[in-house]
């Protein structure tokens, strides 16, 4: 692994955690997108070499609104860059992690991305992305 990617942050309205965030960091956010395969809108800080991501549920039957309704908003994941996500992913399960997917999936910021069970991760949800190569 190459770096903390991000801290994903569970967020009720996105509108109103930009403003927030926005005041507690002294920047604005960089990016706004939607990813419709998540059922998210998300918005993106740079801080430093890392990112703070802000997600909010676009369905009930988003992830991200489970986990609000479960825990309540707050930090979700944490997430961590790699140069080829298909040997890390091959290089996690050998070590006996469990991939809540099996193959790569289109995440938010030109990232494939995949997630960790956290019950294999000491009770964090861990992801791993790395960035889609153009071309």
């Known amino acids: 692994m190459q770096k903390i990617e991000h801290i994903g942050i569970a967020v009720e309205n996105l509108e109103e955690a930009n403003a927030l965030f926005t005041k507690l ?5 960089y990016k706004v997108e939607k990813v419709e395969g998540e059922k998210v809108a998300t918005s993106f800080f740079q801080i430093g070499d890392a990112k703070i ?3 909010e549920a676009t369905a009930e ?4 609104h489970k986990f609000i309704q479960k825990k309540g908003k707050g930090v979700h994941h944490i997430a961590f860059g790699v140069e080829n996500i298909y040997e890390e992913m091959e290089r ?9 997917n099996e193959v790569p999936k289109e995440g938010a910021d030109n990232k494939l991305v995949c997630f960790l069970h956290p019950k294999t ?3 964090v ?9 153009n071309g």
């Open 53 to 55: 991501e802000l997600l």
């Open 61 to 64: 039957n988003s992830a991200i």
């Open 121 to 123: 991760t000491g009770g």
């Open 92 to 100: 996690l399960k050998e070590e006996g992690f469990e991939l809540l």
């Open 125 to 133: 949800l861990v992801e791993i992305c790395q960035e889609k190569k």
């Open 25 to 29: 960091l002294g920047t604005a956010h």
